[in-house]
């Protein structure tokens, strides 16, 4: 995660009884280093007991919102950065010391009236008054002097879920481990039925057993099988994906054209 959204968030739903009677969402963006934090979330809620969700099921939702905003705020960071770095180097120019009573770098960044707007306003200043403080923080700013005209990291890199998240998470790891499992059984059952078919039909002096395998597998039947196979494959397979990169540019644009359908009515 990058440093831009370093927040603290609540979020408490609306009833959605009787599937779920409550719902508290938390999440928190914890700085680990100059333009680097780690995103921590969890939330409690009041379900059914007879449905109970799977961690790794919240964590692929979760993603997918991250999804939207985290390589906007990756293009965005290094012109944060950049204007933080200058204000400091101009503070100790002027004789500020290391910037320690404060720079107004991020404020200044924030300039439209809207509510949305104010309050980011008010968190870049509570920033710009703060971050100055933090250890080592003025020596690694100023090797950042000029970082807005260096390369964003192309998608594949920001939204790399799975060196930012499922290496490091032991459901997601589980789950994937999961995906493979099924893939693989999956293959192997296929490959069994099928060979168990073709020997049983093609035997010139077939035992009761393989009488009774040719009966029962007939040839729906084994198409059937194999199709249910296939598609528990392929939704393993999709799975899987989910904790990979998972939003190219064309996902990106198909959301966007959303945008009129869910904010137009």
């Known amino acids: 995660m990058y440093e831009l959204c370093t927040c603290v968030i609540a979020f408490l739903s609306q009833s959605c009884e009787p599937f ?11 700085p680990t280093g100059t333009g680097r ?34 390589h906007l705020l990756a293009s965005a960071q290094k012109y944060v950065l950049d204007a933080e770095a200058k204000a400091l180097v101009e503070a100790e120019q002027n004789g500020a010391g290391d910037g320690n009573g404060g720079i107004m770098a991020r404020r200044s960044l924030y300039v439209y009236r809207s509510p949305s707007e104010k309050l980011q306003a008010r968190l870049a200043l509570f920033f710009d008054k703060t971050l100055p403080k933090v250890p080592n923080r003025s020596s690694a700013l100023r090797r950042m002097v000029g970082i807005s005209k260096e390369v964003t990291p192309p998608r594949e890199i920001t939204l790399d879920r799975y060196n930012q998240h499922t290496k490091i998470c032991p459901d997601s790891l589980a789950c994937v481990a999961n995906c493979d499992m099924i893939r693989r059984t999956s293959k192997v059952l296929a490959a069994l039925f099928v060979a168990a078919k073709l020997i049983a039909a093609s035997s010139t002096t077939p035992t009761a057993l393989m009488t009774k395998i040719n009966q029962n597998l007939g040839h729906k039947t084994v198409a059937v099988i194999l199709g249910i196979l296939a598609v528990t494959s392929h939704l393993a397979t999709k799975l899987k994906r989910a904790f990979y990169f998972a939003y190219p540019e064309a996902k990106r644009d198909r959301d966007l054209e959303k945008i009129p359908t869910l904010y137009g009515r």
């Open 20 to 30: 779920i009677s409550f719902l508290f969402l938390l999440l928190r963006v914890c």
């Open 37 to 70: 934090s780690r995103f921590l979330s969890t939330f409690v809620a009041k379900l059914p007991p007879l449905f109970p969700l799977p961690r790794w099921l919240g964590h692929v939702v979760l993603n997918n919102f991250l999804d939207q905003d985290t």
